[in-house]
Structures are given as structure tokens and as C-alpha cells.
């Protein structure tokens, strides 16, 4: 059952890669500005738990929107909960302030119909997720996904000003072991924001005597 993966649920670590590269055993991925869940749905409805178990205004409203969508499909779901504003962007403030259109933002498929999947490579995983989203619907959506060209994903995502992309092999199982990395983009506005912060901090600080 999902709520069994759930309970040992571990996340894969985002390792940090300073450049974009471009590799047809890869697929790349926007990386929206948003909080890591977990979505499990079974025969009793949809379950959400955010990554340290944040607690974030509205979940059990989009759990329930969500469970509508999943009928009777029995699932584990990780991706992104994200707050859309008028154009469909996702807006971390105002996730974190409730207020937005919350949304889950569905990267991989872990359980499917009673079968654990995590062994699966990730290009099958995809396949599978998007065989049971065949549509993006209001509250559940895939995240985008491009095979092999990640310079140019980073440049769409830095004009965009999103938090920049993720990288994952294409023949990967879920696990411990997988290795995922985030090119950040520099440029982002919470980036620019979190740094200028740091330079005021730093310039208030106290000096302290050689």
C-alpha cells in the first residue's frame, strides 16, 4: 500500500553542478520555485507530506482536489507543491504566505497500482506517470520534461526567472544510490535577494580586531 512506502520514504539528495551540460542519457527539468512533497492516493483518498513536514496553507483542500482527479488509481507521487499566480508561474512567496492557486507539481511516479516502481529506470517511471496524467488537470500537473539538451532548458529557465533546472540519467532507479543535480540560476530573483541580503548583513557586521 502507499502509506507503507510513505513511512520509509527517503528523498533523493539534489547535488549542486555549477554549469548546464547537454547529454542525450539525461533528462532535464525546470526546477519551479516550490516545497518537495510526497502525494499518496488510495482507495481512502490523497494524503500530501511536504519535505520536513512544513506546514503550508491549504493541503488538505488540494489533497482532496487531487483525489478527485486520481479516482480509484492507487499511487505515490513526489514533486513540487507550488502556488500559480494569474500567468501560471509558480510564486514561492506566496506559497509560503498562502495565497495563489496551490498545485502539485508531479516529477516522479514511486508506487502504481499495489507495484513499487523506485527499481524502474527513470525514462520508464516517466512513461508510466505520464500514462496516468495524461493530461494536466488544475490541481495536477507534470512537471516538463526535455530529453538530452540541458544549455538550452537553462537559458529558457533564466528567462523565465526560475530557480534554475535539474538534472537526471535517464537509466536511474529511485534510490539512495541516484544521482540528481541542480544548476541553479544565478540571476533568480530570490537568489539576487537572498545575496543582497548577505551583503547587508555582512556590511553591519561588527569588524573584529586583528
Given at each position: 500500500?502507499?502509506?507503507?512506502?510513505?513511512?520509509?520514504?527517503?528523498?533523493?539528495?539534489?547535488?549542486?553542478?555549477?554549469?548546464?551540460?547537454?547529454?542525450?542519457?539525461?533528462?532535464?527539468?525546470?526546477?519551479?520555485?516550490?516545497?518537495r512533497a510526497?502525494?499518496?492516493?488510495?482507495?481512502a483518498?490523497?494524503?500530501?507530506?511536504?519535505?520536513?513536514?512544513?506546514?503550508?496553507?491549504?493541503?488538505?483542500?488540494?489533497?482532496r482536489?487531487?483525489?478527485?482527479?486520481?479516482?480509484?488509481?492507487?499511487?505515490?507521487?513526489?514533486?513540487?507543491?507550488?502556488?500559480?499566480?494569474?500567468?501560471?508561474?509558480?510564486?514561492?512567496?506566496?506559497?509560503?504566505?498562502?495565497?495563489?492557486?496551490?498545485?502539485?507539481?508531479?516529477?516522479?511516479?514511486?508506487?502504481?497500482?499495489?507495484?513499487?516502481?523506485?527499481?524502474?529506470?527513470?525514462?520508464?517511471?516517466k512513461?508510466?506517470?505520464?500514462?496516468?496524467?495524461?493530461?494536466?488537470?488544475?490541481?495536477?500537473?507534470?512537471?516538463?520534461?526535455?530529453?538530452?539538451h540541458?544549455?538550452?532548458?537553462?537559458?529558457?529557465?533564466?528567462?523565465?526567472?526560475?530557480?534554475?533546472?535539474?538534472?537526471?540519467?535517464?537509466?536511474?532507479?529511485?534510490?539512495?544510490?541516484?544521482?540528481w543535480?541542480?544548476?541553479?540560476?544565478?540571476?533568480?530573483?530570490?537568489?539576487?535577494?537572498?545575496?543582497?541580503?548577505?551583503?547587508?548583513?555582512?556590511?553591519?557586521?561588527?569588524?573584529?580586531?586583528?
Amino acid at each position: 500500500m502507499p502509506t507503507t512506502l510513505v513511512a520509509d520514504f527517503r528523498p533523493v539528495h539534489l547535488r549542486s553542478l555549477p554549469e548546464p551540460f547537454d547529454d542525450p542519457e539525461w533528462l532535464f527539468e525546470p526546477a519551479y520555485d516550490g516545497v518537495r512533497a510526497l502525494l499518496s492516493q488510495s482507495a481512502a483518498g490523497s494524503d500530501i507530506r511536504t519535505d520536513h513536514d512544513l506546514p503550508l496553507a491549504g493541503l488538505s483542500d488540494l489533497a482532496r482536489r487531487v483525489s478527485a482527479v486520481l479516482g480509484d488509481r492507487e499511487a505515490v507521487l513526489e514533486g513540487l507543491i507550488v502556488a500559480l499566480d494569474a500567468r501560471g508561474k509558480p510564486v514561492l512567496r506566496d506559497l509560503l504566505r498562502g495565497r495563489g492557486f496551490l498545485a502539485f507539481a508531479a516529477m516522479d511516479l514511486l508506487v502504481l497500482d499495489g507495484r513499487d516502481v523506485r527499481p524502474l529506470p527513470l525514462a520508464v517511471r516517466k512513461a508510466m506517470l505520464s500514462e496516468l496524467l495524461p493530461a494536466d488537470t488544475g490541481p495536477l500537473y507534470k512537471v516538463f520534461t526535455l530529453e538530452e539538451h540541458g544549455r538550452a532548458l537553462f537559458a529558457t529557465a533564466r528567462k523565465l526567472d526560475l530557480a534554475g533546472i535539474v538534472a537526471r540519467r535517464k537509466d536511474e532507479g529511485y534510490g539512495p544510490d541516484a544521482v540528481w543535480y541542480r544548476i541553479a540560476n544565478p540571476e533568480h530573483t530570490l537568489a539576487q535577494a537572498a545575496e543582497r541580503a548577505a551583503r547587508r548583513q555582512r556590511a553591519t557586521a561588527p569588524h573584529r580586531a586583528e
